[in-house]
């Protein structure tokens, strides 16, 4: 005989035992897209406070974070729907829904790892063309690190779903690998004084378009100021003063436009 306590918990399992399996395959659907949403609008906002930034290296993500919210809600959907046809059980009445059934998870792994791959090397890309804007090799290489990236997220997805690449992959990706370290190498040399700039920035915080300035032998008004450079109009013309010199050497604000 069941106690007093006993009764209730057996009630409650009866009644969730009553409930067809059919409404709780569609309540985790439903969980999986009220998920999903709450993941994109994660990501979303999570751009759109990167995108509020100035000159940040973490601006770059902003485009791959945008990508990624659709991305997330799918995921979540595909991922929940998987655990519904399981709950279902319709392995036993369909046997190709038991074999795309069990392929499935593999194959949304691999998917996200391709996926992933791809956000990174967007990420990726946008910070080596915003690192070296002053160059003209710039986009080349963002563009050659995002195909890097990108290649290297294909084979590893696809050795999820047991494509045999390996008489190829491995090579691929010892090669890619030594393509990007080559890349890292020349970003960090070629972005050195990009860097200084962007530094040097907060020293052009108390200046403006108009100020008349002295400037180790230089004496001119500002035109225009950019992210790497001030443009000073001098007797002899306008002159290009890198923003990092402003960061090791003093100048004088002979007047304010102010």
């Known amino acids: 005989?069941?106690?007093?306590?006993?009764?209730?918990?057996?009630?409650i399992g009866a009644y969730i035992g009553a409930v067809p399996n059919e409404v709780w395959a569609l309540i985790l659907i439903l969980a999986g897209l009220i998920g999903g949403l709450i993941a994109r609008l994660i990501f979303v906002r999570l751009a759109e406070r990167i995108s509020k930034a100035k000159d940040s290296p973490?601006?770059?993500?902003?485009?791959?974070?945008?990508r990624a919210g659709p991305i997330a809600l799918w995921?979540?959907?595909?991922?929940?729907?998987?655990?519904?046809f399981q709950f279902l059980d319709f392995q036993s009445e369909n046997p190709l829904l038991e074999e795309f059934s069990k392929r499935l998870p593999n194959v949304l792994l691999g998917a996200i790892v391709i996926l992933v791959g791809h956000l990174v090397g967007v990420a990726v890309r946008d910070f080596v063309i915003r690192a070296m804007s002053d160059t003209r090799i710039g986009a080349t290489i963002g563009r050659v690190s995002y195909f890097s990236i990108f290649v290297i997220g294909i084979i590893i997805g696809l050795q999820q779903v047991d494509v045999d690449i390996s008489f190829l992959g491995n090579s691929i990706i010892v090669l890619l690998g030594v393509v990007l370290a080559s890349i890292g190498i020349t970003i960090g040399i070629g972005s050195h004084h990009h860097v200084a700039n962007l530094v040097a920035r907060?020293?052009?915080?108390n200046l403006s378009v108009g100020d008349r300035i002295k400037i180790q032998?230089?004496?001119g008004t500002i035109v225009e100021i950019r992210r790497t450079k001030v443009h000073l109009m001098t007797e002899e013309g306008i002159t290009y003063i890198p923003a990092s010199l402003f960061?090791?050497?003093p100048f004088v604000l002979i007047s304010s436009d102010d």
Request: a negative charge.
């Open 1 to 11: 005989m069941s106690s007093p306590v006993d009764q209730p918990t057996n009630g």
């Open 58 to 66: 973490a601006k770059s993500l902003e485009i791959a974070l945008r």
């Open 75 to 84: 995921t979540c959907v595909f991922v929940m729907a998987l655990l519904a």
């Open 202 to 205: 907060q020293e052009l915080a």
């Open 217 to 219: 032998n230089y004496v």
């Open 247 to 249: 960061s090791h050497e």
